[in-house]
């Protein structure tokens, strides 16, 4: 009886993954349709306004609300909760067209998804789903995930942020850093500790409206990258909110941040293949038409590498993020896959970048081409949502895991 | 007014594509090549879905002429919120072959077929600019034109037509059922949003055969050949209008 259980298991593996190596070869037609339309989305409205965007640090309100109106902003929101009900194949397809066009664009659209709605739908009560999901749906309102903290980024088990409980309320204190959206966002989640003895099981995750009486926002960081979204600190003084703004159960806040962390890598993955891609497309575009030694340079070798080396970093991180992807839609185990894509995705984005600044010359280091701005917004791919090195360390549990 | 509009979209080349014409001059090279929908079927399926939603008609039926590739052209469409699409196949040479005059007698008996009191075309294609089929199609079907419309106002059972002309904005009011062709002014087309697409999954795509309409295909055209336009050359600075004149006069130009 439980050898049959097991064939049969195992079966449903092997379907699951079958379907799922071929649609490696090609996207089923629902994806395929929802990837042109991103693309032709990222083409028309947000790569003739990137650079600009970049420049002024401006937030992309009207492209938002756009991405709001055709179902981008809540991807894996049921269609009753005002989403667009769809898997997270498709979620990463559509990061990878939008972050091509514009990676600061991606990252608002990532965060909303991935670390703001995400932790939401998966640990929230009804009510909850319907007050903090539902309006940040239709690109009219975005979210944010305060984790990091100016004492922790990487060390999330050591939240100086707490929480006590006073009569209806709890009342936070502490600090917030690197909060994507944070001066955009009409929400927050935040993790705070709320029995310090418990140490990492000893925090909680809260649910806190913007703006709101006792939390403010810390200066605007001038970033290298990904400027057009908003990055900075939030600061919580005796911030009061209803008991019922807690997110999941007392002492869950580090295994939700880790299991939200774990979803919003592939969304980071798609959005550095976005940014790779891009680099990809300026280098192959210039080599074909800028002309030395008497022929276009995509005549040399050594271009003819570079753009072979890019390629194959892109690909190889394109696959492994479908692979991520699959495999969370098929409800298997996915952490390991998805800190290799994004392991992958953001190291083939700064290589890809740095290879097409040199592909372009001169013309690589100067605003007019965007070959500098992909340099510049890759670079926080490496370090956020995980850094490489923390990336490192989960696949090597994983892997070790399976030896045991 | 109630009831169904017909809107033809084409799959043609995508318009970002730089065309290359095949070595033996027969034709373009699409082999490979990155199709879409027409951008002016676009902006008609748009009208057709924006007077749906107005509830100035009740169904969109898209319609597309082509090999198996023509169903994600009407995909595209459902997604962009038409009912339900047909898909008349014709495929290889007499595909090659497919002109305005050949579709303009299957959109008519479509038309009679689906008791369509509107059709809805691009002004144009972008791959063969002929402009013919909106014209042909209302010339056998007897019915009403109203060409190059930039703006549509239904009044009652006419409709009001802003139509661009060279010479600037023409208005015409014609009776229904008419033909209507869409150009650049008339809309901004919609994304799809994902939603939809999901939907569109589910909607129906009929297919049929020209000979099922009992029209026929057959050309009237023989392609001979296909250049590419002529390379620009250098142009030539001259000092004075006389050097201009004198040279145009050489070069046979006046």
Redesign the interface.
């Known amino acids: 009886m439980a050898a049959l259980f097991k064939a049969r298991k195992a079966l449903g593996l092997c379907l699951s993954g079958c379907r799922g190596f071929s649609a490696l070869a090609e996207l089923p037609?629902?994806h395929q349709?929802?990837r042109?339309?991103c693309r032709?989305?990222a083409d028309r409205e947000l790569t003739p306004i990137a650079g600009k965007l970049d420049k002024e640090h401006a937030f992309p309100k009207k492209q938002i609300q756009?991405l709001g109106?055709?179902?981008?902003m809540a991807?894996e929101v049921p269609?009753e909760l005002g989403g667009?009900?769809?898997d997270y194949l498709?979620y990463s397809l559509?990061m990878e067209e939008i972050s091509r066009g514009c990676a600061s664009t991606g990252v608002v659209v990532s965060v909303n998804n991935s670390l703001y709605i995400g932790p939401i739908l998966k640990n929230g009560t009804e009510e909850q789903k319907q007050q903090w999901i539902t309006p940040f749906t239709t690109g009219e309102k975005v979210g944010c995930f305060g984790l990091s903290e100016p004492g922790n980024g990487s060390d999330a088990g050591a939240a100086s942020t707490v929480a006590r409980q006073d009569g209806e309320d709890w009342v936070l204190n502490g600090t917030k850093a690197w909060i994507t959206n944070s001066w955009d966002a009409s929400a927050t989640i935040v993790f705070a500790t709320t029995d310090k003895k418990l140490k990492h099981k000893g925090i909680s995750a809260f649910l806190i409206p913007m703006p709101h009486p006792g939390l403010s926002l810390g200066k605007k960081e001038d970033k290298l990258g990904i400027r057009a979204s908003s990055t900075a600190n939030i600061i919580m003084e005796d911030c009061r909110i209803p008991l019922g703004n807690m997110l999941g159960p007392r002492g869950a806040g580090f295994k939700i941040a880790m299991q939200t962390l774990d979803s919003g890598r592939i969304g980071i993955a798609a959005q550095a293949l976005g940014i790779a891609q891009a680099s990809l497309d300026c280098a192959a575009d210039y080599a074909l038409k800028r002309c030395a030694f008497g022929a276009p340079i995509g005549k040399l070798q050594a271009i003819q590498f570079k753009l072979a080396d890019m390629g194959v970093a892109v690909e190889s991180a394109r696959l492994l993020t479908w692979k991520a992807a699959f495999l969370k839609d098929s409800n298997q185990p996915f952490t390991k896959e998805a800190a290799m894509a994004k392991l992958a995705a953001s190291e083939a984005a700064t290589f890809c970048s740095h290879q097409a600044i040199q592909v372009l010359g001169g013309m690589g280091y100067v605003t007019d081409m965007p070959a500098e701005r992909h340099y510049r917004d890759a670079r926080i791919t490496e370090i956020y949502e995980g850094t490489s090195e923390i990336q490192r360390l989960v696949i090597a549990g994983q892997i070790l895991k399976e030896y045991q | 007014m109630s009831g169904r509009v017909l809107v033809g979209v084409k799959r043609v080349i995508d318009y970002a594509v730089k065309i290359r014409v095949k070595p033996d001059n027969s034709s373009v090279v699409t082999d490979g090549v990155k199709h879409?929908m027409n951008p002016f079927c676009e902006i008609a399926v748009e009208e057709a879905v924006k007077m749906k939603e107005k509830k100035i008609i009740k169904e969109v039926v898209v319609v597309s002429c082509g090999p198996q590739q023509a169903q994600?052209t009407i995909?595209?469409a459902l997604?962009m919120g038409a009912d339900r699409g047909i898909h008349v196949e014709v495929t290889g040479k007499d595909y090659e072959q497919l002109g305005p005059l050949q579709v303009s007698k299957i959109m008519a008996a479509l038309a009679k077929k689906e008791d369509a009191q509107l059709i809805i075309l691009g002004k144009q294609a972008i791959d063969d600019d002929c402009n013919q089929t909106g014209q042909m199609t209302a010339a056998l079907l007897d019915w009403p034109q109203g060409t190059f419309a930039s703006e549509l106002t239904m009044e009652g059972d006419k409709i009001k037509v802003v139509r661009e002309i060279d010479g600037g904005l023409e208005t015409v009011k014609i009776n229904t059922p008419a033909v209507i062709t869409a150009d650049l002014r008339l809309n901004t087309p919609r994304?799809?949003?994902?939603?939809n697409?999901?939907k569109?999954?589910k909607k129906k795509i009929a297919n049929l055969k020209p000979a099922d309409l009992e029209v026929d295909i057959t050309s009237r055209l023989e392609v001979l050949r296909v250049d590419e336009p002529p390379q620009r050359e250098a142009g030539v600075k001259v000092e004075t209008v006389d050097d201009l004149v004198a040279r145009l006069k050489e070069a046979g130009r006046i």
């Open positions: 037609e629902t349709l929802l042109q339309t032709d989305f756009d109106a055709m179902g981008v991807m269609e667009a009900g769809m498709a559509a | 879409s994600e995909r595209t997604a994304y799809a949003t994902l939603p697409i999901m569109a999954k």
